[in-house]
C-alpha cells in the first residue's frame, strides 16, 4: 500500500472524527446536523449542473440513499443525547462492517475467510464491552447507535448497486449529497416548526465548516482508492474510532479508561480484519 494512500486515509479518519466531536459537542445537535447537510448541498449545487444528469434506474437508488443518510443522522444525534462519543463513535463504526460481513454470510452466501472471521469476533467483542459495565451509555444511546450502523451499512449497500446506473460516479455523489441536505433541511423545519440559519453567527459557520471537513473526509478516502485497493484504505480508515475515543479525552473531557480504549482498539483491529 503507497505512502500517499496511508497518509489520505488517516487524515480522513481523524477528520471523521473531527466532524463527530464537532456534532457531539453542540448545543442544537439536530440543527449542527442540518447545516452541515446543507454546506454540502451548496458545494454539490455546481457540480449537478456539469455532470450529465442520472437517467432511468439510477434516481431510484440516489433518492433512496439520500433518504437512509437522513434517517442516519436523525438516529445519530439521538445517540449522541445520552452517550459520549468514544462510547457512540466506535458502536456506530464497527456495526457497519460486522453487519456487512454477516448479512453476506448469512442472505447471499458468501464465505467468510480467516481474516473476515476473526474481524467479526474481535468487533462484536469490542462493542460489546462497550455495551455493558457502569460506565457504558444510556441504553437509549447504544440502541440508536446501533440502529445507525445499520442504516449506514443499508445506504453503503444502495450506494454500491446504485452508482453502477451512471456513467460518472462522481455525478451520482454529487446528487446523493445535494438531496440529502435539502430533505433533512424539510425534515427539521417539520419537526421544528421551521428553520431559522443566522449566516453572521460563528455558530452557523462552525457547523457549516463542520460539514466542508466531513465533504473533504469523504473525498480524501475516494483520491486514495485511486492510489490503493479499497479493502486497505477501509482498514485505514476505521482508526477513526481510537482517534474518536482520543479527541472525545482531548478536547470533550470524556473519561479516558483503559478498558475504553481497549476495547476501541479491539473494534478498530476487527475493522480492519474485516477490511482485508
Known sequence: MSTIAVVLALVAAILHASWNAFLRNGADRLWSVTVMSLAGTLVALPFIAWFPLPEGEAWFYILMSASLQVGYSLFLVAAYRHGELGQVYPI?????????????????????????TIGVMLVAAGIMSLSLGKTRA?????LFAFATGLIIACYSTVDSKGVKFVQQPAAYAMWVLFLYGLMLAVTYAVLRKGISIDVRSSVTWKAFGGGVVAMIAYGLVVIAYSFAPAGLVTAVRETSVVFAVLIGALFLGERLTVKRLVACLIVALGAICVSL
Open 92 to 116: 456506530v463504526r464497527g456495526t457497519v462492517p460486522l453487519l456487512v460481513t454477516l448479512g453476506g454470510f448469512l442472505f447471499f452466501g458468501e464465505i467468510l475467510g480467516t481474516f473476515q
Open 138 to 142: 444510556a441504553t437509549s444511546s447504544l
